[in-house]
């Protein structure tokens, strides 16, 4: 069964930068299109990317288009979030979650989910 593993949250100023990852194993990522969510306190979850199974499309939603970049790594098994510009609106507990077939932003199409990484932008 695929696992997933998220890491690279943090502290960070307003205005600065985070990359996060997501590393697969027990099974190949490339089978599975990835995206990432989070979730602030009192919100339900908000899809913020996602990135097809060989790389080629991704998607993202209007607050964090021309902010964020997903790029995956199949040799490496791995999925990545770049996040820059961060404001105090982004933190949140980000998820990264594997889905058969193609992009999604709906969170129940997602099959395998990571446990989280703690995002928190504040000066």
């Known amino acids: 069964q695929l696992q997933l593993v998220e890491s690279g949250g943090g502290l960070v100023q307003p205005g600065g930068s985070l990359r996060l990852s997501c590393a697969a194993s027990?099974?190949?990522?490339?089978?599975?299109?990835v995206g990432w969510f989070r979730q602030a306190p009192g919100k339900e979850r908000e899809g913020v990317s996602c990135?097809?199974?060989?790389?080629?499309?991704?998607n993202y939603p209007d607050s964090v288009k021309g902010r964020f970049t997903i790029s995956r790594d199949n040799a490496q098994n791995t999925v990545y979030l770049q996040m820059n510009s961060l404001n105090p609106d982004d933190t949140a507990v980000y998820y990264c979650?594997?889905?058969?077939?193609?992009?999604?932003?709906?969170?129940?199409?997602?099959?395998?989910w990571g446990r989280g990484t703690q995002v928190t932008v504040s000066s």
């Open positions: 990135i097809s199974r060989a790389g080629e499309s991704t």
């Open positions: 027990g099974y190949r990522s490339d089978y599975y299109a």
């Open positions: 979650a594997a889905a058969y077939g193609i992009c999604s932003g709906d969170p129940g199409r997602y099959v395998h």
